[in-house]
């Protein structure tokens, strides 16, 4: 790799770290604080029933939905998953295709709730605003390093922004890429057979654009980011009428579709 290269990636990376974090936790008296919580939670309750009994998002886009027995495969959270010192809503979609899958942060202020982040159902979250999001597929020359993409919290804005992402060429995979490239044995340095593709958060899609590391430039990368950051375990709740009622809002008395036959 050129060292021009090395050095643009290293102050990109540092450029998009400085707008990523959790906001500062503002105080407020104990009883506005509670009633805050008990709002919140019915909001959050309001957008479950929505989405349980329609699959409806806050946005009035639809989930990949089929009745509501399907949909109480699903599960949510409510948790403090950005760090910000407020919960948010979290919904793992999987009772669908693999297209409409979908885990979504849900933020709430001022009355209203709207996403964070929508992505495929495989993130890992850590208490400094990083998720790393495992993609969907790995059909390419990655062999067993699954590629994955990185999102920071931006706390100006309430929602999280692309990091970049990487992807891998494994010697195992492919002695040679798509194009006849053979692997590049000069930046395997460490001979372990495998190279990686670290993309920015503007990356267009094109592969030839992002100059290959080894895997000591992609640990770099990682642990910028990572920085000593902890894991955070979440709980996870089916999404039953029992579970979504516990956050206070009533079950809408709606109508629903009746089946056909």
């Known amino acids: 790799m050129k060292k021009g290269a090395v050095i643009t990636l290293i102050l990109s990376v540092f450029t998009t770290l400085a707008a990523c974090g959790a906001a500062s936790n503002t105080s407020t008296g ?10 919140l939670r019915q909001a959050f309750g309001k957008v479950l029933w929505d989405i349980y009994q329609q699959g409806i998002l806050p946005n009035g886009s639809t989930l990949d939905y089929t009745d509501m027995e399907s949909a109480a495969n699903n599960s949510f959270a409510v948790i403090d998953i ?8 979290l919904l793992m979609w999987e009772s669908a295709s ?14 209203a709730v709207y996403m964070e982040l929508a992505e495929f159902p ?20 990655a062999g067993t390093f699954w590629p994955f993409n990185v999102y920071c919290y931006d706390a100006k804005n309430d929602i999280y922004q692309s990091y970049g992402g990487v992807d891998a060429w494994d010697k195992n995979v ?7 490239v053979p692997f590049p044995a000069d930046i395997d340095v460490d001979g372990d057979g495998i190279v990686y593709y670290i993309f920015p958060a503007d990356w267009n899609g094109q592969y030839e654009d992002i100059p290959l590391v080894d895997g000591a430039e992609y640990e770099k990368w990682r642990n910028a980011y990572i920085a000593g950051a902890e894991k955070i375990e979440i709980s996870l709740q089916k999404l039953t009428e029992e579970n979504i009622a516990a956050l206070g809002y009533p079950k809408p008395d709606i109508s629903l579709p009746q089946p056909v036959g």
């Open 98 to 111: 693999m297209a409409g899958m979908t885990e979504i942060i849900f933020g709430y202020e001022g009355g």
């Open 82 to 89: 950005d760090n910000d010192g407020q919960d948010e809503l």
């Open 174 to 180: 492919a002695e040679e890429n798509y194009k006849g």
């Open 122 to 141: 495989s993130q890992t979250y850590y208490d400094n605003g990083i998720v790393e999001v495992a993609w969907s597929h790995n059909q390419g020359l």
């Open 30 to 39: 104990s009883g506005d604080a509670a009633s805050e919580e008990e709002t």
